[in-house]
């Protein structure tokens, strides 16, 4: 709730600074104005940067999304709309804690302890990059995004995967013979 609540006072600022100077505030800027908000400081400082600068990515997409607009108005279905505020009963927010708000200690042992919660779980990674706390309908859902620690390849050939928007997938290699795919 404390997240949505960020979010919320995060994008009133940056709404009124807009209005007043049609230019959003960067994720550094939009920390100034919000770090001794009440919101800000109720949770972990590392997760409330993440919360704002969510913010500013999302003023940063619009206005790039606005521009190409302005040029390409056939890609999209209307007129891309200003980021808004979370419903006042029903909103909630992802909330991110990075590798830095996440219990170092409780991580050696094998356990995801997160900086002022009570929320622990078991892992057999040392290497956690981040956890995302995503809310769904009815309930939350617990992300963990690891480091790949494995090494990479020094083999003669390679293959990439690019997961796609439209296809689900394009593969292609440096062996020779083998074609580019897309499905």
């Not at 009124?16 to 800027?29: L, R």
């Amino acid at each position: 709730m404390q997240s949505k609540h960020l979010y919320n006072c995060a994008n009133y600022v940056q709404r009124q600074y807009f209005f007043e100077t049609k230019e959003y505030y960067n994720s550094i800027d939009i920390y100034h104005q919000t770090k001794n908000l009440e919101a800000y400081r109720y949770l972990p400082t590392k997760v409330s940067k993440q919360i704002v600068r969510r913010v500013s990515e999302a003023w940063k997409g619009w206005l790039a999304a606005l521009k190409d607009w302005s040029k390409h108005p056939e890609k999209y279905r209307g007129l891309p709309k200003m980021p808004g505020y979370k419903h006042k009963e029903r909103g909630r927010n992802v909330v991110i804690y990075p590798i830095d708000a996440i219990s170092k200690p409780a991580l050696a042992k094998g356990i995801v302890k997160l900086s002022q919660t009570n929320i622990e779980f078991p892992t057999n990674a040392k290497s956690v990059a981040q956890v995302r706390i995503v809310p769904k309908l009815d309930h939350y859902v617990i992300e963990v995004v690891y480091i790949n620690d494995a090494p990479l390849s020094n083999g003669k050939y390679v293959a990439g995967v690019d997961l796609g928007l439209k296809n689900l997938m394009a593969i292609t290699s440096n062996h020779p013979g083998v074609r580019p795919m897309s499905d």
